[in-house]
């Protein structure tokens, strides 16, 4: 992975808006440092306004940086010829709601200055890929949330592009919508694409990515591998539930636990690590109880992505 | 680029016709036109001056209505409802974009030109005015103007809201109708002021260049070489304000 070509990258981006009548200066980005590799699905993480949103802005050429720089193909951002080896969803995507499915593709097919017979071909493809064949020849207007955001990404593919780049894809859809977009997001990995998306999603953010980066207030506060990431936050804690456990039982077990919750005849309870857990099954037998369930937890990104959030609005 | 410069303006025309205020325009536009015939009923002598007069009056001016209150959404519909972010992202320059927009409103402003024109000839041909050569000039310098103050419109929306743009796109349609006037006043006034004036006269266009509106109803001539001029004149004028309005929407921020 460490040899494969960079495609996406960024020096020291920054930047500032003006806001308010007297143009009070606001910082959105500051200096950030990215590189996304070929073939990788790559998340970009943040709290709402962290600056997720600008980066992608900057990226596309929608807004320009206040200094910094950036890369797509190594070439300077927006470069014509790298643009049309990319596709991009943007947040909450609006859409031209008067035309229908096949005419909303083709638009875009033609921006791109396809020939016809290839997007004729494309839109097929599309509208099978992201299972909206049904939706030929719908208005958009008539077109739910989870559909806009499929034809959405449909467009973000109409070029077959080497590079996707995808602003909250998973934003506001039930949890059946999320879960196409992540099988759809596999699908374009497997076909050996490059995905870069931004995410306050973390669990759909761990479940795809190979690397993810997180940024808080502008700035980078983690990048890499997520397995790496979760190790270093690692806070491992067994859960183990019993049942007729007793009070006799429980005043045993209680001194080696962190946490005990008792609800009816059962009890929760938390141990941390994993030191005492033979001597807590031990106690369990002795007191002739029922083991129900034991489960490690293990960290996650959540645990990292909010010690990183907590220690940088700490710091301020 | 000239293929996608032209889908943009076809999608851009498309999105025009579903504008309502297009056609509460429109009818409006031919209600003027007809109701020239009942005023003709009770006008004592020449009532073919008093039809074409009203009738060419309300296609410039609904005309330009149009092209004020669709143009000036043109820019800034598309950044409001953020589909300009999945234009910019695609591989073309920004003032193409711009272009489509700004030929997509005037393919709109020709078909609903050719519509009112057609309810003009009807009503000429019923009340038996002679439809003359002259008349199609004037028609077509109307479309002109039509033209430049579609330029204006964009140029505005590129930098600033609708409402704006609609303010200040009317104000020069007004000041523009009487340059000439300002001229005359601005020999009566001081050095300085005398020089403002004549700034503000070569600066802004001299939109009563496009009125043959006095030719058609006098029957006087308006030669090749003046028509010549005057067309060069149109586009010269809307070329510039396309440039400007490239300049400044290159370097905008689309938040």
New interface residues.
């Given amino acids: 992975m460490a040899t494969s070509t960079i495609i996406l990258k960024t020096e020291a981006l920054r930047k500032t808006?003006k806001v308010g009548f007297w143009g009070r200066q606001v910082t959105a980005l500051e200096g950030l440092d990215l590189e996304v590799r070929q073939g990788e699905v790559f998340g970009f993480l943040g709290p709402n306004g962290a600056g997720k949103t600008t980066t992608l802005?900057i990226l596309?050429?929608?807004?320009?940086p206040t200094s910094g720089q950036a890369w797509l193909f190594g070439k300077p951002i927006g470069d014509?010829?790298s643009?049309?080896r990319?596709g991009?969803l943007?947040e909450s995507?609006?859409?031209?709601d008067?035309?229908t499915g096949a005419e909303f593709l083709r638009?875009?097919g033609?921006?791109?200055?396809l020939s016809g017979p290839v997007v004729n071909r494309r839109i097929g493809e599309l509208l099978e890929l992201v299972g909206m064949a049904h939706a030929r020849d719908l208005q958009l207007r008539k077109f739910s949330k989870g559909m806009l955001q499929r034809i959405?990404i449909a467009?973000a593919l109409i070029n077959d592009p080497e590079l996707v780049v995808l602003d909250e894809p998973m934003s506001g859809l039930d949890p059946i919508g999320r879960k196409e977009i992540r099988d759809l997001i596999l699908r374009l990995k497997e076909a050996g694409k490059t995905i870069f998306f931004s995410s306050h999603i973390l669990h759909d953010a761990e479940m795809l990515c190979d690397r993810v980066s997180i940024l808080v207030k502008g700035r980078l506060v983690a990048m890499g591998r997520v397995s790496d990431l979760i190790g270093a936050a690692s806070t491992h804690s067994v859960e183990v539930l019993v049942e007729g456990l007793g009070s006799d039982g429980l005043a045993q077990v209680k001194p080696l636990t962190e946490k005990v919750t008792v609800t009816g005849d059962r009890a929760l309870l938390t141990l941390k690590g994993q030191q005492s857990v033979n001597e807590v099954l031990e106690r369990i037998r002795t007191a002739k109880a029922k083991l129900i369930s034991l489960t490690p937890q293990n960290g996650s990104l959540e645990d990292l992505f909010m010690r990183e959030v907590r220690e940088q609005r700490g710091e301020e | 680029m000239i293929g996608r410069t032209l889908s943009i303006s076809l999608n851009s025309f498309r999105e025009n016709l579903r504008e309502k205020l297009l056609y509460n325009l429109l009818i409006f536009a031919l209600l003027m036109i007809g109701s020239s015939i009942l005023l003709s009923r009770i006008t004592i002598g020449d009532y073919h001056r008093l039809i074409l007069d009203i009738g060419l009056a309300s296609i410039n001016l609904f005309g330009v209505l149009i092209a004020i209150f669709v143009g000036i959404g043109l820019v800034s519909k598309e950044i409001d409802r953020k589909t300009i972010y999945t234009i910019v992202s695609k591989p073309i320059p920004r003032y193409v974009f711009l272009l489509g927009k700004y030929f997509g409103l005037v393919i709109t402003l020709l078909a609903n030109t050719a519509v009112m024109v057609l309810g003009l000839l009807v009503v000429l041909y019923v009340m038996d005015v002679p439809i003359t050569g002259l008349f199609f000039q004037s028609i077509g310098l109307i479309f002109l103007e039509l033209m430049v103050i579609t330029a204006v419109a964009l140029l505005f929306s590129t930098f600033t809201s609708s409402t704006l743009s609609a303010i200040f796109t009317l104000g020069i349609y007004v000041i523009g109708h009487m340059s000439g006037d300002l001229k005359e006043l601005a020999k009566k006034l001081d050095e300085i002021s005398q020089a403002i004036i004549n700034v503000v006269y070569y600066v802004l266009p001299n939109l009563e260049r496009f009125n043959l509106k006095g030719h058609v109803i006098h029957g006087l001539d308006f030669g090749a070489s003046d028509m010549a001029l005057t067309i060069s004149y149109g586009f010269a004028y809307a070329g510039l304000l396309l440039l400007l309005a490239s300049i400044i929407f290159q370097r905008r921020d689309f938040q």
């Fill in positions: 808006f802005k596309m050429g929608l807004i320009y014509l010829d643009k049309a990319l991009f943007p995507p609006y859409f031209y008067y035309l638009f875009y033609d921006l791109f200055g959405g467009q």
